[in-house]
């Protein structure tokens, strides 16, 4: 036998015996944080119990919850979202919380995270809901009518009613949320409320409140709004810091104003029926970005693209994508035949994904793929860089970004 292919002894006995040395080194290391950590939770335990039976005649159900106000667990597992079941309800609508999967409608709400399993459930039960999430809260609201709720993946830990009939809200991502209602002092009214639910200010309008967007930190909130006289519109936008008396208004003209959104950078999307307006901070304008005489027919404003669904003819299947940055920079312009459903763009990536009668597709400046599904498609949410595909009574999510 050749020197090269003589085996090289191995003292398996000394290298079994080092890991069983080193195993019980870690093991007794995990026993003692693990008894760390049930002393700690013990001692909680009894402090929590010791508070309650001292104060039991001051504490109310409302304190226990303000109490619990910033208490979320985060999604403990992450997955495939490929086997997640709920209820069909009516009027369902669909986000992110925590990188789980909300599920809202007229009978309740309930939270799901990465593995599929329920996290989250209450019956709160509102007849058109619509659902805004943050960093902080989940915001449930009544569209039409006057009631409105604070969740977090723990419980419900604040509800209100307005003095009117609610058009619309924001959410920011600190906990600072606003509510636009019709006012009986004046056309409009708009409540704006701290992370700790105390109404901070109260801002009133004259003419028709069409949206509202606050940004991450809460501290200043767009307004959106409409004039009509006689035949002629009248559209602006107002920024206005909040617990300041100075605001700025940017003219819109005769475009309608359909949504708004402050993005990551700052700055503020305005999206509108014959364009798409976008501003800094300050109000200036950064881009404006007209849609001639293509018909604006879906549309989606994410944390970083803008994305929009033209029809460039009457029946609709000649269309024309167009994706931006922010900053109002082109990501992708693209003809596309046949009709889109709806467009979601990416939080992530720069890419979106499109739905079609039987299809998903995915979408960026660089490359493309699409799958079949059967059933009613009702939304595409995007969690941590995957589509998830949300029906009347269940969700599966497809992995485009390889």
């Given amino acids: 036998m050749s020197e090269k292919n003589k085996s090289i002894p191995v003292r398996t006995d000394a290298i079994l015996k080092d890991n069983m040395s080193y195993n019980r080194y870690y093991m007794k290391v995990s026993s003692r944080f693990a008894a760390a950590k049930w002393i700690t939770l013990l001692l909680f335990t009894v402090y929590l119990v010791c508070m309650l039976v001292a104060a039991r005649g001051s504490i109310t159900y409302e304190n226990f919850m303000y109490l619990l ?96 009939d609610i058009l619309c809200c924001a959410m920011s991502e600190k906990g600072v949320y606003a509510i636009a209602f019709r006012n009986p002092e004046a056309k409009f009214a708009i409540d704006v409320y701290n992370s700790s639910f105390r109404n901070v200010e ?19 909130i767009a307004i959106m709004s409409v004039r009509y006289d006689d035949w002629d519109v009248a559209a602006e936008v107002s920024i206005l810091q909040i617990g300041e008396s100075t605001s700025r208004s940017i003219p819109l003209g005769d475009r309608l104003p359909l949504y708004c959104r402050y993005m990551q950078g700052g700055h503020l999307a305005v999206v509108c029926d014959t364009a798409v307006v976008v501003l800094s901070e300050n109000g200036d304008i950064v881009a404006d970005i007209s849609l001639d005489s293509m018909t604006l ?106």
């Fill in 297 to 402: 027919s879906n549309f989606h404003v994410s944390e970083r693209l803008i994305a929009l669904v033209c029809s460039e003819n009457v029946l609709g299947n000649e269309n024309r994508i167009l994706v931006y940055t922010e900053a109002g920079v082109p990501v992708i312009d693209c003809a596309s035949e046949g009709k889109i459903s709806s467009i979601t763009a990416s939080d992530i990536y720069d890419c979106i994904y499109l739905s079609r009668e039987n299809t998903i597709e995915y979408l960026s400046s660089d490359n493309s793929a699409a799958v079949e599904y059967t059933g009613s498609l009702l939304q595409i949410c995007e969690i941590e860089g995957r589509a998830v595909v949300c029906f009347p009574g269940s969700a599966f999510s497809v992995n485009f970004i390889k």
């Fill in 69 to 164: 106000r910033d208490f979320n667990l985060s999604s403990s597992a992450s997955g495939a979202y490929s086997s997640v079941v709920y209820e069909e309800q009516q009027n369902m609508t669909f986000s992110v919380f925590k990188n789980a999967l909300a599920v809202s409608g007229s009978s309740g709400i309930r939270l799901f995270d990465g593995a599929g399993n329920s996290v989250f459930r209450d019956n709160v039960s509102y007849k058109t809901p619509v659902l805004l999430t943050g960093d902080k809260y989940m915001l449930l609201y009544d569209e039409g009518g006057r009631d409105f709720s604070l969740l977090t993946t723990l419980t419900r830990v604040s509800s209100g009613t307005t003095e009117g």
């Fill in 202 to 220: 109260r801002i009133y309008r004259d003419s028709y409140v069409t949206g509202l967007a606050l940004d991450a930190s809460g501290d200043h």
